[in-house]
């Protein structure tokens, strides 16, 4: 299994910048997939998952309304897409894959893959 995020870097305060996750070695109508960030000297956080089977999705409270998680089935990839960003979404942003229950997982715990990592900036 290979999960590849790409799309960060520096943006500002109000700005938008999608994430890009590409997924392989997966059964993917198995899986939920999670976004999750990690900012210094914090713990890591759940942003919103997609369920592959049917793409329903459900976000945190912190971001809903801003943050939109989509699919690509060609592509095999997520995106999370990120609108009027703040500096406290500053952070390295993480795409996860975890076996999917009845409910959302929402505890990093419960992911089984993950990816490398990509760093945000949000400059105010």
């Known amino acids: 299994v290979q999960l590849v995020e790409s799309g960060g870097g520096l943006v500002q305060a109000g700005g938008s910048l999608r994430l890009s996750c590409a997924a392989s070695g997966l059964t993917f109508n198995w899986y939920f997939m999670g976004w999750f960030r990690q900012a210094p000297g914090k713990e890591r956080e759940f942003l919103g998952a997609?369920?592959?089977?049917?793409?329903?999705?459900y976000y945190a409270t912190s971001v809903k309304g801003r943050f939109t998680i989509s699919r690509d089935d060609a592509e095999n990839t997520v995106y999370l897409q990120m609108n009027k960003m703040k500096p406290e979404d500053t952070a390295v942003y993480y795409c996860a894959a975890g076996f999917a229950n009845a409910n959302f997982d929402v505890v990093s715990g419960k992911y089984d893959y993950w990816g490398q990592g990509t760093q945000v900036t949000v400059s105010s």
């Open positions: 997609l369920r592959w089977s049917n793409s329903n999705t």
